[in-house]
């Protein structure tokens, strides 16, 4: 059976839900597809003990409804992923969004049709449907990446990934539980399997730089200073490098003595916390001798709050300068490791070498274990939608046009895929923002060009290949002067064996894409053929 609407999204987390919304105002037919049995995308499926956003809670909502944002109430400074789902189905149930959310349909293949300029899309369970538009709201972080160790399956205890969280939960009371991973995810949860766990090993192969977050119940007074204030807020956080208001200094860390960069470390790793930390300078990431003093400042902190010397300078990263890998944010992550029941077990020096039927086997040791939790990270911002036979114009494939790495125009188009869009994609920058913003940014300018389209009976649109070289090109430039292609991480895909390594995010800031993409449409959609 072949479904026919106007515009196929595939993915119902905060993008794909609000791409939804605003096209059915704008008057089309959508159909969202949901690999799973509920929205809320990342919310949905990243359910592990901890799970907390990184950006405040006041922020990191829909923008869009100055009505929802009034009526919505949040708990906590940092929401927590149950309360952050709870709000992604607030939102669809008041704008009956779900109705045209067909859940526990896998997206397995799109080809573009030449002749007549639709879109094709199939279900794992074999149904069609057409459209002249198709937006892959997939998401940055959404497929795990499970490292296939030797012995996995000898082993006897459950197997569990913070990326697919059972969702009854579990109790971990008086087990040895082995924490495999010490990314943003395996921070968030150490602190609460510690608690559980009679043991907790983590097993670290990279230590990384984490702030304190600070959270706090939300007060009436904050919360009201923001609801009353809202849209000046929202326009001012649109202004900004990662289209967050978190106090960002202005003047370069440089142009200041390092006494007063100490203090204003200091201020706001005790007072203000998150990562507003990493905006104390402009020039954080870019300036070696300023990054260099914010890593070193972090280690110190590290020592001051693990009292064993030595677990202290293994928490401590050293080959990287803060900033090179997704910053952290925790609550009381460093302090964990003082407990008699928490062992961290540094994996670089001493290599896990398989896992065995009660535990896992380092190059030097063994440890007895009840429960193996995996919080190995993802394969951002590629790994969804190259998991997906896309094909464009005279037959070529997506998986292929990208095999030495992705390339876009925008974050948005790829060149000889007329009619799609993607939503924060790479070269956009998606990841260094405030995500529910920038999807909304990107929902606004695709729902725009659409129009245009209709309104000038044009049926397709389709980056040209200058256009994407030259922007590509200008991403990786303004990566090569930051210190962050420089780290092994996610950001270059190094952490998937075999994955080709471009900086993948666009460093340019919020407000400067925004000012540009906003430009591309007032200039007739430049860089674009249209048909």
């Not at 993008?15 to 509920?38: C, F, I, M, P």
């Not at 939960?169 to 559980?196: C, E, F, H, Y």
């Not at 730089?209 to 923001?226: F, G, V």
């Not at 991403?475 to 930051?482: F, G, P, Q, W």
Request: hydrophobic residues 40%; charged residues 25%; proline residues 5%.
């Amino acid at each position: 059976m072949t479904a026919k609407v106007d515009v196929i999204v595939v993915g119902a987390g905060f993008g794909g839900l609000y791409a939804l919304h605003r096209l059915r105002q704008d008057g089309y037919s959508v159909k969202v597809l949901e690999a799973a049995e509920s929205i809320g995308g990342t919310w949905y499926w990243n359910r592990y003990p901890g799970a907390r956003c990184d950006v405040e809670s006041m922020q990191y909502s829909y923008s869009f409804s100055n009505e929802i944002q009034q009526e919505w109430k949040w708990s906590e400074l940092y929401a927590a992923q149950p309360e952050i789902l709870a709000y992604i189905n607030f939102v669809a149930d008041r704008l009956d969004l779900k109705r045209d959310v067909q859940l526990n349909t896998r997206v397995v293949s799109a080809r573009f049709d030449e002749t007549s300029s639709t879109w094709e899309v199939r279900t794992e369970a074999g149904e069609v449907l057409v459209a002249p538009y198709c937006i892959m709201a997939t998401g940055c972080l959404s497929i795990p990446m499970v490292p296939d160790f030797p012995g996995l399956k000898d082993f006897k205890g459950p197997v569990y990934r913070t990326s697919d969280w059972p969702h009854e939960g579990v109790d971990m009371t008086g087990k040895r539980v082995g924490l495999i991973g010490t990314g943003s995810s395996g921070i968030q949860a150490t602190p609460i399997l510690a608690a559980q766990a009679s043991h907790l090993y983590v097993f670290q192969r990279t230590p990384n730089y984490s702030i304190p977050a600070l959270n706090r119940p939300m007060t009436r007074e904050y919360e009201r200073s923001w609801k009353d204030e809202y849209p000046e807020r929202r326009l001012a956080a649109r202004k900004t490098r990662n289209n967050t208001l978190n106090m960002a200094g202005s003047k370069p860390g440089r142009d200041v003595s390092r006494d007063e960069r100490e203090a204003e470390f200091e201020r706001r790793w005790t007072q203000i916390g998150g990562i507003s930390f990493m905006y104390a300078y402009p020039d954080m990431t870019s300036d070696p001798e300023v990054n260099a003093h914010a890593s070193e400042f972090v280690r110190r902190k590290i020592g001051a709050l693990v009292h064993d010397p030595d677990v202290a300078e293994k928490l401590m990263p050293s080959d990287y300068g803060i900033g090179g890998k997704r910053i952290c944010v925790d609550t009381a992550y460093f302090e964990t490791f003082n407990r008699s029941n928490v062992t961290l077990v540094d994996i670089r020096s001493d290599p896990i070498e398989r896992l065995t039927a009660t535990g896992v086997k380092t190059k030097s040791q063994s440890f007895e274990l009840d429960v193996i939790v995996m919080a190995t990270g993802f394969d951002a911002m590629t790994g969804a939608l190259k998991r997906i036979d896309i094909t464009g114009r005279a037959g070529v494939k997506l998986a292929d046009r990208w095999a030495e790495g992705p390339k876009t125009y925008i974050g948005m188009a790829v060149a000889g895929f007329p009619n799609m869009f993607l939503i924060t994609g790479p070269q956009s920058p998606s990841v260094f923002t405030n995500m529910v913003t920038s999807v909304e940014q990107h929902v606004d300018w695709i729902a725009d060009c659409i129009a245009h389209l209709k309104t000038n009976r044009r049926k397709a649109i389709e980056a040209t290949a200058e256009a994407e070289a030259r922007w590509v090109a200008h991403s990786n430039d303004l990566a090569s002067k930051t210190m962050m292609p420089n780290a092994n991480s996610w950001y270059v895909g190094a952490n998937i064996p075999g994955k080709p390594r471009i900086f993948m995010p666009y460093l340019g800031g919020a407000a400067v894409y925004q000012d540009y993409i906003a430009d591309v449409a007032r200039k007739n959609y430049e860089g674009f053929s249209l048909a």
